[in-house]
């Protein structure tokens, strides 16, 4: 089956840091275009980062320079870093999958909840 | 940055009833446009992409419509199922959600 899991969110107080981990199963990371996307609570989605198949990998301008976004093919695992975070991280995060940089995101995770407060 | 305008915010509706939900980008996206159905506390997940291509196993009363700037989503008769929340998606220049429209029962 594929399957995408995210884990490792929770609580950290502003300007803390979490690392964010996406399991995936039933097919190889290194293959696709691979996304996390986040929802503030009671809001819409918003695209966060990608990572090419090719290893590039680009950000939304709220997290650049703050958010990394790596790569373990041989867990094939996807990791979120997040540093200097602030109230707004506060999101429930998914990773996403999709076949191009030009291809809607056909499988998703089923999140993993961040809130960042003192 | 691509903005996307959906309209409406809400919609009330009854089962059997014919619903369209219309979005918009602030330029031309080509077809490159999805539509995504979310439930409270769930993922959000693919029906529509390129504009008008149904996802794998999602129900043919979804269909969608449009290029360039303006695009429909259309749900031919409401099902119990479809009480939700859809999201717009342009992956034209980077990836770009709509703000949502919230299906409700009338």
């Known amino acids: 089956e594929v399957q995408l899991v995210e884990s490792g969110g929770g609580l950290v107080q502003p300007g803390g840091s979490l690392r964010l981990s996406c399991a995936a199963s039933g097919f190889t990371v290194s293959n696709y275009y691979m996304n996390w996307v986040r929802q503030a609570p009671g809001t819409g989605l918003e695209w966060v980062s990608i990572?090419?198949?090719?290893?590039?990998?680009f950000y939304a301008d709220s997290v650049r320079g703050r958010f990394t976004f790596s790569r373990d093919t041989s867990k094939n695992t996807l990791y979120l870093q997040m540093h200097y975070m602030t109230v707004e991280d506060t999101a429930v995060y998914f990773c996403?999958?999709?076949?191009?940089?030009?291809?809607?995101?056909?499988?998703w995770g089923q999140g993993t909840m961040v809130t960042v407060s003192s | 940055d691509i903005r996307m305008t959906q309209s409406p915010s809400t919609l009330s509706a009854s089962v059997g009833d014919r619903v369209i939900i219309t979005c918009r980008a602030s330029q031309s996206i080509s077809s490159y446009l999805g539509w995504y159905q979310q439930k409270p506390g769930k993922a959000p997940k693919l029906l529509i992409y390129k504009a008008s291509n149904l996802e794998g196993g999602v129900p043919s009363r979804f269909s969608g419509s449009g290029s360039g700037t303006e695009f429909t989503l259309t749900i031919s008769s409401l099902q119990p199922d479809d009480f939700a929340t859809y999201y717009c998606q342009q992956y034209h220049s980077f990836w770009t959600f709509g703000q949502g429209t919230k299906v409700e029962i009338k």
């Open positions: 996403a999958r999709a076949s191009s940089d030009l291809d809607a995101f056909d499988i």
């Open positions: 990572f090419y198949s090719d290893g590039r990998t």
